[in-house]
């Protein structure tokens, strides 16, 4: 059983290795990362079977739109600080029992369940789900948790055979991830007798519970989203607060002859509106290297940013995290690019936008003065976003 331990460890790390994806991206070591992982995101790409696990439900580069969606992305943050420091207490009350040979631990959280370390690491694993919300990130949440079961079987079984019956008491009074009295209730609901086809039955539950939440959210907030529409253009604004002005001037915009020029005819167009400096517009398309933020060395102040500040990215542009002068989110200034976007249908309805089967190609960016109806400058842009051809949010 030992070497299914290892095999069940090392797969709940490659978990937190790919739902820290967020912060590998920005760090140094990128291009490692994305050698071995993005073919893995390129090849569940390739069927409309699997093509959504890449896709993100929530969103990541804009301001939420609604309280609702802002309440869940504070809940990320929540979990996965509040998960993590759950398992680090829990760690030194095991580790300091046998140092002190102390015997079982059955005091402190363990006094309540006899696994909390495990149901602090699913708070945490489900706080990162949210936090880089690939709908890839949640499937292997739900595997983490049946591997999590599986680990504590085998160490029950083990403190079993060390502490005997008084082990065999503890288990009697306490639940195994829940307090005893609530799995006790649960463990009433009409199902299979047999312990195996009920923890399958759970598991399966817990997949459909998790993914169809994951779905629910994303159509919420694609229905959310404050859009500005002629018909073949569509704009979204990364503030909520700039979609006023985009009323009065988008259309003004868009007869700039370099912008007019510029803009295919008959394929929908997808017009993201964002600070001259924002800081994340690297995966929209590759405006230029200030943007690829791996090759700025700036991982450990972005990930507390991203833990601690979750709207601050977002609303403040590049100079929260990088320090330099950078357009408020009261200016008047705004980069404005502009990406292709085939749908399998060929409209341009927000749900065609932005369907997990929706096919980008960046155009180029025009920065302009809304107030002044002033162009500052356009730059055509290539293929893929900062990160090359890796899979990005769309919102």
Wanted: proline residues 7%; positive net charge.
């Amino acid at each position: 059983m030992s070497g299914s331990r290892h095999v069940i460890a090392s797969a709940i790390l490659l978990y937190f290795v790919i739902a820290l994806e967020v912060l590998v991206m920005i760090s140094p070591f990128a291009g490692f990362f994305y050698a071995a992982f993005n073919p893995v995101l390129l090849l569940l790409a390739v069927s409309p079977a699997t093509h959504w696990l890449g896709d993100f439900f929530l969103p990541h580069m804009v301001t939420p739109p609604g309280a609702l969606l802002r309440i869940v992305r504070v809940a990320g943050s929540v979990l996965f600080v509040g998960g993590a420091a759950v398992f680090l207490a829990c760690a030194g009350q095991v580790y300091w029992s046998k140092l002190a040979r102390r015997g079982a631990v059955m005091g402190g959280l363990y006094r309540w369940i006899r696994h909390p370390q495990y149901l602090a690491l699913a708070a945490t694993g489900l706080g990162l789900a949210i936090l880089w919300p690939r709908f890839l990130t949640v499937v292997l949440w739900v595997v983490m948790v049946a591997l999590y079961r599986t680990l504590a079987r085998d160490e029950e079984r083990r403190m079993t055979e060390q502490f005997g019956e008084a082990y065999r008491s503890y288990q009697a009074a306490t639940g195994m991830f829940l307090p005893r009295g609530l799995e006790s209730a649960l463990g009433r609901v009409p199902g299979p007798r047999a312990g195996w086809a009920r923890t399958t039955l759970a598991l399966v539950g817990l997949l459909v519970v998790a993914v169809g939440s994951a779905f629910a959210l994303r159509g919420y907030t694609v229905s959310s989203l404050p859009l500005w529409s002629n018909g073949a253009v569509t704009a979204l604004p990364v503030l909520p607060a700039d979609l006023a002005p985009l009323s009065h001037r988008m259309e003004d915009v868009l007869e700039i002859p370099e912008v007019r020029g510029r803009l295919p005819a008959g394929a929908p167009v997808l017009a993201y509106v964002v600070p001259i400096e924002y800081v994340m517009q690297g995966m929209i398309a590759d405006t230029g290297p200030n943007w690829r933020l791996y090759e700025h060395h700036q991982t450990l102040a972005m990930m507390a940013d991203w833990i601690f500040h979750p709207f601050r990215h977002l609303e403040g542009g590049h100079a929260h995290v990088h320090g330099g002068p950078g357009s408020t989110a009261g200016g008047v200034e705004r980069r404005i690019i502009f990406i292709e976007v085939q749908t399998t249908s060929g409209q341009a309805s927000p749900s065609a936008l932005f369907s997990v089967n929706a096919v980008r190609r960046p155009l180029f960016y025009a920065d302009v003065d809304l107030h002044a109806l002033r162009l500052i400058g356009v730059q055509d842009l290539g293929p893929g976003t900062g990160w090359g051809n890796v899979p990005t949010p769309m919102f």
